[in-house]
């Protein structure tokens, strides 16, 4: 199950053309996960790399919450990121 804030989830559609609805899918796959240290958010948050529809390569920013994923964005992962999947699923 995941969680989202709903006007966040409609900028990230205008900024990324992507639907946070996809997010469950992309979770519920092979993942590899790091948590995103790069500032202070006052919660812990994740970027998970994982597959849509079984080829596109997303990440998804998440931050757990009461035990259940709340999506913070999604998008198609650069190509940096793709590598770094690519090297580390198992």
Same mark, same amino acid.
């Given at each position: 199950?995941?969680?989202?804030?709903?006007?966040?989830?409609?900028?990230?559609?205008?900024?990324?053309?992507?639907?946070?609805?996809?997010?469950?899918?992309?979770?519920?796959? *092979?993942?590899?996960?790091?948590?995103?240290?790069?500032?202070? @958010?006052?919660?812990?948050?994740?970027?998970?790399?994982?597959?849509?529809?079984? *080829?596109? *390569?997303?990440?998804?920013? &998440?931050?757990?919450? %009461?035990?259940?994923?709340?999506?913070?964005?999604?998008?198609?992962?650069?190509? &940096?990121?793709?590598? @770094? @999947?690519? %090297?580390?699923?198992?």
């Amino acid at each position: 199950m995941i969680t989202w804030d709903e006007a966040k989830r409609l900028q990230n559609i205008a900024k990324h053309g992507v639907d946070f609805t996809i997010a469950q899918e992309v979770l519920s796959g *092979v993942t590899v996960t790091r948590e995103d240290t790069r500032a202070s @958010y006052g919660e812990p948050r994740y970027q998970t790399l994982g597959l849509y529809k079984g *080829v596109v *390569v997303m990440l998804v920013v &998440h931050t757990p919450r %009461q035990n259940i994923d709340h999506i913070i964005s999604i998008r198609k992962a650069d190509k &940096h990121e793709q590598k @770094y @999947y690519w %090297q580390n699923i198992r």
